[in-house]
């Protein structure tokens, strides 16, 4: 079993920023894409963005193009996911996610398929 260290989530007002980072202490992330989903309450849980150690593409969803970065961090071994500009509707439980092939030819990345999820930690953004 593979362990999901996620920190960084807290609370903002609109406008502010917070930076998510996820860790798998003793798993080398390979080719693997690593990246993070969101679950506000009552809706499904949606991919946000990753980073691919296979070619380093990158995914943002639609509605954080612009406002989000991912990014690796070689020396601590992390993918981080800084949010910038932050919305009420970007409150959520954000969940680091580890995928062997992401799955976006619907548009967005698919849930199907994640090999493993971190816990999540909560994102909240007043108004």
């Known amino acids: 079993e593979v362990e999901i260290v996620e920190s960084g989530g807290g609370l903002v007002q609109a406008g502010g920023s917070l930076r998510l980072s996820c860790a798998a202490p003793?798993?080398?992330?390979?080719?693997?894409?690593i990246g993070w989903f969101r679950q506000a309450p009552g809706k499904e849980r949606e991919g946000v963005s990753y980073?691919?150690?296979?070619?380093?593409?990158?995914y943002y969803a639609d509605s954080v193009k612009g406002r989000f970065t991912i990014s690796k961090d070689n020396a601590k071994n992390t993918v981080d996911l800084q949010m910038d500009n932050l919305k009420p509707e970007d409150t959520a439980v954000y969940y680091c996610?580890?995928?062997?092939?992401?799955?976006?030819?619907?548009?967005?990345?698919?849930?199907?398929?994640?090999?493993?999820w971190g816990k999540g930690t909560q994102v909240t953004v007043s108004s």
């Open positions: 980073y691919s150690f296979s070619d380093g593409s990158t």
């Open positions: 003793g798993f080398t992330f390979g080719d693997y894409a």
């Open positions: 996610a580890v995928d062997w092939r992401p799955d976006v030819s619907q548009g967005i990345w698919s849930l199907v398929g994640i090999d493993y």
